[in-house]
Nanobody
């Protein structure tokens, strides 16, 4: 099982980043896919999630209207489009796949929002 994130980096406040997570080794279409983040000194928090069939999404209140999660079951990828980024969005972002007791994590990608 592999979840490989990409797309992180350094961006100025107000800018955009698009994170992608490529999945392999499991039946991707059956899994709830999520993005979490963890800032220095803080607990990991759920940012956005999308249902297995990509029909339902949920977002952390502070990112609603700025972030969009999407899932492509044909390509086994999940993405997070992040717009209007703020310094408080700085964190390591993790991709997560969940199905019952099966719970997989990516290695994380660092996103830094700074001028």
């Amino acid at each position: 099982v592999q979840l490989v994130e990409s797309g992180g980096g350094l961006v100025q406040p107000g800018g955009s980043l698009r994170l992608s997570c490529a999945a392999s080794g499991f039946t991707f279409s059956r899994y709830l896919m999520s993005w979490y983040r963890q800032a220095p000194g803080k607990e990991r928090e759920l940012v956005a999630r999308i249902s297995s069939a990509a029909g339902n999404t949920d977002y952390l209140d502070s990112v609603k209207g700025r972030f969009t999660v999407s899932k492509d079951n044909a390509k086994n990828t999940v993405s997070l489009q992040m717009n209007s980024l703020k310094p408080e969005d700085t964190a390591v972002y993790y991709c997560n796949a969940l199905l019952g007791s099966l719970n997989y994590w990516g290695q994380g990608t660092q996103d830094t929002v700074s001028s």
